[in-house]
């Protein structure tokens, strides 16, 4: 059964920086893609950066893109997603999700990933 736990959610003001971090379990396929999911009240859960688990490239969403850096440790089965400039509007639940697939970038959507975290929340005041 595929864990994953989130961490390092919190409160920032306008500019700053977060970093959460995603420690994952029995992934050991490099087929596996893994995602930073967000859920917010106007856009519900969308993909905000995925990378597959046997390889380096990402993909990003275009809120994301030039703002967000998603990696991952591979030794140590750790995801992580760095979250610079941030904005009111990246206010939300971010969740971890994994699925094995044979796609991670482009159209990839919430409801392709069957393995979830529980979330952390991040919060952007102005």
């Known amino acids: 059964q595929v864990k994953l736990t989130e961490s390092g959610g919190g409160s920032v003001q306008a500019g700053g920086s977060l970093k959460l971090s995603c420690a994952s379990s029995?992934?050991?396929?490099?087929?596996?893609?893994l995602a930073w999911v967000r859920q917010t009240p106007a856009k519900g859960r969308e993909v905000v950066a995925s990378?597959?688990?046997?390889?380096?490239?990402?993909w990003y969403s275009e809120s994301a893109k030039g703002r967000f850096t998603a990696s991952q440790d591979k030794a140590n089965n750790v995801l992580y997603l760095e979250l610079n400039n941030m904005q009111p509007e990246d206010t939300g639940i971010y969740y971890c999700?994994?699925?094995?697939?044979?796609?991670?970038?482009?159209?990839?959507?919430?409801?392709?990933?069957?393995?979830w975290g529980q979330g952390t929340q991040v919060t952007v005041s102005s």
């Open positions: 029995q992934i050991t396929d490099t087929n596996y893609c």
């Open positions: 990378i597959y688990t046997g390889g380096t490239l990402t």
């Open positions: 999700a994994a699925a094995y697939l044979t796609y991670c970038s482009g159209n990839i959507v919430a409801s392709d990933f069957n393995y």
